[in-house]
């Protein structure tokens, strides 16, 4: 029986000893159940907004704890609190970034060559070699689009382009624009040989216009400001020079001869004319034959109306209001 009670005794010690451990096995296990749960609350409002975690939230609480715990979480989960306040955070978030969005998309950078058309204008504000087109009106000074040569970027495409000065190519957009400068000084900075110009006797613009008496002919054009190479020119009587953009290497000069009304303008002394009409109807031809022409000059002088300087031979004079220096008066006799 001792051994017995014995045993008794010594079970009712291992039962309490077991029921105490399993009290104990329970309560911790109850804390790590809350602390987890927190843990999992924390990271679902760092990670993804309130919404979420208030509904993970009131789920794990109504497994760790009382239904009076349950239900507390889940009126404040049902209230919106909690929800609603995650919702209008992320919306707001959704707003701003919407709105940095608005603000901070770039507009579109301009591309002055790539939507340059025939007509277009531009300031060129770079270099020589390296040129920099910004769009502008088409004024005196800009340079003008004549011409654009599409899947090329040879800057010689250019080549034989009426009035292009300059050459600008695109790798960008396989294209070169083919660029004429809008002199300040007129259009007749365009003019070419054969061609008739005029303007003013001093400052102003000049410009192309039909050939006829008193404007002038285009005998050369070249490109620089060295006046010299006129000289050689026959019937050379007037040198217009134009500048181009600083630094382009675009001056260029034009040589030119007077139109004067008939062939006695240039005529020098002891050429043979052929005279047709008479008084101030009266007209001289070269012929190129002293066989085929009836007078021979006899005298030559820059002054108008100079009658006394020809004695008793016949004589013709003429000038120009705005350039009397190219005046003259000839005198000629009858063969």
């Not at 017995?4 to 159940?33: N, P, Q």
């Not at 704890?65 to 404040?76: C, H, K, Y």
């Not at 002055?112 to 277009?120: F, I, K, L, M, T």
């Not at 613009?205 to 285009?218: D, H, I, L, Q, S």
């Amino acid at each position: 029986p001792a051994l017995r009670k014995s045993a008794g005794r010594t079970v009712a010690v291992v039962a309490a000893l077991i029921a105490v451990a399993v009290l104990f096995g329970l309560r911790s296990s109850g804390d790590d159940g809350s602390s987890t749960a927190r843990s999992t609350t924390s990271s679902g409002q760092s990670s993804t907004g309130g919404a979420w975690t208030g509904g993970t939230s009131a789920d794990d609480s109504g497994g760790l704890g009382t239904p009076d715990d349950t239900d507390d979480t889940d009126g404040d989960t049902g209230d919106g609190t909690s929800a609603g306040g995650g919702d209008d955070t992320t919306a707001g978030a959704a707003d701003s970034d919407a709105d940095e969005d608005a603000t901070e998309s770039p507009s579109p950078t301009p591309d002055p060559v790539g939507d340059a058309e025939v007509g277009s204008c531009f300031d060129d504000e770079g270099t020589r070699t390296r040129p920099d087109l910004v769009s502008t009106s088409c004024s005196p000074g800009a340079f003008k689009v004549v011409d654009i040569r599409h899947g090329t970027t040879d800057l010689d495409s250019c080549d034989g382009v009426d009035d292009s000065d300059e050459s600008v190519s695109s790798h960008r957009h396989d294209l070169v624009l083919c660029l004429s400068y809008l002199n300040p000084g007129g259009d007749a900075y365009h003019a070419g040989q054969g061609d008739c110009v005029y303007g003013p006797n001093g400052s102003g613009a000049w410009y192309t216009e039909p050939c006829e008496t008193g404007n002038f002919k285009v005998l050369a054009v070249y490109q620089g400001r060295n006046k010299s190479k006129c000289d050689g020119w026959p019937h050379y009587n007037l040198l217009k020079p134009f500048n181009g953009p600083s630094g382009a290497g675009l001056d260029r000069i034009l040589c030119l001869s007077m139109n004067y009304p008939d062939a006695m303008g240039y005529a020098q002394v002891r050429q043979c004319l052929l005279k047709s009409g008479s008084g101030s109807d009266a007209t001289f031809t070269n012929t190129g034959s002293c066989d085929s022409s009836n007078v021979v000059v006899s005298g030559r002088t820059g002054r108008y109306e100079a009658a006394s300087f020809c004695g008793n031979d016949g004589w013709t004079t003429w000038r120009s209001r705005e350039y009397p220096e190219l005046a003259y008066t000839v005198c000629y006799r009858w063969r």
